[in-house]
C-alpha cells in the first residue's frame, strides 16, 4: 500500500489537479496547450539533454537492458497490428496507428516521476537509455510502416519521399533535438560552464511537473468512445504484455543488474502516452481508439503499476 500511496498517487494526483482545473475551466484548452507546449518543446528536451549529458553511456546502454524493452515493444507492435487487422478487419493504416498506441510507452512523463520516486534519482540511468532511442526508434518505425499501409490504399510514394517524411518526422521533435544536444556534449566532454547548468537545472526541474499538469488538462478532450475491444487490446498490451516480456528477458534472460530490471519493467509498464494520439491524429486514422486508450489505460496503470512495483526486488 506504501507504494500505491508515497510513489505512484502524488504523480497521478497532479494530472488529476490538472484534470480538475480544466474541467471546473480554470484553466482554459488555449493555456493547456501553452503549458504542453512549453512542458514538451522547452522543459523536457532541456530534462533529457541535462541527463543524455551526464548519462555514463558505457553503463547505462546495456545492451540486455535495451534488447528486454524493444523485444517487448516489437511484439506489442505486432500484437496490436495483427488483432486490429486479422481479427477485426480494420483497414491497414488503423492497424498501424492501434499496433503504434501498443507500443509507444509513456516513459518520460509517467515512467520517470514513477522510477524516480521509488527507487531515487540513482536508479533513472536504464530509463534515459531507454527514451534516449525510444522517440526515435518508435517514430521512424511508425512512420515508415504507415507511408507503406498509404502506399498500399492509395498512390505509391517514392523512396526519397518517405525518407524526407521519415526524417522530418523524426527529427524535427524538440525531444529528440534535446537528446542529440546532449548526446554531443557527453561524448565531447567539454566542461559545462556552472551559470549554464544552474539554468538548465531550474528549467529541467519544471518540466515533469508542468507536463503531468498540462497531461490532466489534455485527458479532458479525450471522451470513452470507440471499439471497446481494441481499447481492450491497447491497455493489455500496454501495461501487461510489454512489460511481462521486458520483465521476463531481464530477469531470466540477460540477467540484468536490479537497477536495470527496475527501468525497463518500469518504464515498458507505462500507458500510452500522448505522442500515441498525435501520431493517428497526425494521420487522421484510428485516432478514436487511441485516444480513448490514452485515457483508459493512463487510469488503469495506478493499479497495475503498483502491481509491477511489488513484483520487483
Not at 267 to 286: D, E, H, L, Q, R
Request: net charge positive.
Amino acid at each position: 500500500m506504501s507504494a500505491l500511496l508515497d510513489v505512484i498517487l502524488p504523480v497521478f494526483l497532479l494530472i488529476g489537479f490538472g484534470y480538475a482545473a480544466a474541467r471546473a475551466k480554470l484553466f482554459s484548452e488555449a493555456a493547456v496547450d501553452g503549458v504542453m507546449r512549453y512542458a514538451q518543446s522547452f522543459a523536457l528536451p532541456v530534462l533529457l539533454f541535462k541527463n543524455v549529458a551526464n548519462l555514463d553511456l558505457a553503463t547505462a546502454f546495456a545492451p540486455g537492458l535495451l534488447i528486454s524493452f524493444y523485444t517487448g515493444a516489437a511484439v506489442c507492435y505486432a500484437f496490436g497490428f495483427c488483432v486490429a487487422r486479422f481479427g477485426f478487419g480494420r483497414p491497414l493504416t488503423d492497424a498501424v496507428a492501434i499496433g503504434f498506441a501498443c507500443t509507444f510507452s509513456n516513459s518520460l512523463l509517467l515512467g520517470v516521476p514513477i522510477t524516480e520516486r521509488a527507487y531515487g534519482t540513482a536508479g533513472l540511468a536504464g530509463n534515459f537509455a531507454i527514451i534516449s532511442i525510444h522517440a526515435p526508434l518508435i517514430y521512424t518505425f511508425g512512420i515508415v510502416f504507415m507511408e507503406w499501409a498509404r502506399s498500399r490504399e492509395a498512390e505509391a510514394r517514392s523512396h526519397a519521399d518517405l525518407a524526407r517524411q521519415v526524417l522530418r518526422g523524426v527529427f524535427t521533435q524538440p525531444l529528440v533535438v534535446g537528446l542529440m544536444i546532449g548526446f554531443a556534449v557527453n561524448l565531447s566532454g567539454v566542461p559545462q560552464p556552472g551559470f549554464l547548468m544552474a539554468a538548465v537545472e531550474m528549467m529541467a526541474k519544471s518540466g515533469l511537473p508542468a507536463a503531468l499538469f498540462g497531461l490532466g488538462g489534455v485527458l479532458l478532450r479525450y471522451h470513452p468512445e470507440g471499439d471497446k475491444a481494441l481499447i481492450g487490446v491497447v491497455c493489455f498490451a500496454s501495461l501487461l504484455l510489454h512489460p511481462g516480456i521486458a520483465y521476463s528477458l531481464g530477469r531470466w534472460g540477460f540477467g540484468l543488474d536490479i537497477n536495470g530490471l527496475r527501468s525497463v519493467t518500469v518504464t515498458s509498464a507505462m500507458a500510452p502516452g500522448v505522442n500515441a494520439y498525435m501520431f493517428a491524429n497526425m494521420y487522421g486514422v484510428g485516432k478514436r481508439i487511441s485516444a480513448t486508450a490514452v485515457l483508459v489505460a493512463t487510469g488503469l496503470s495506478i493499479f497495475t503499476s503498483w502491481g509491477w512495483l511489488h513484483i520487483l526486488p
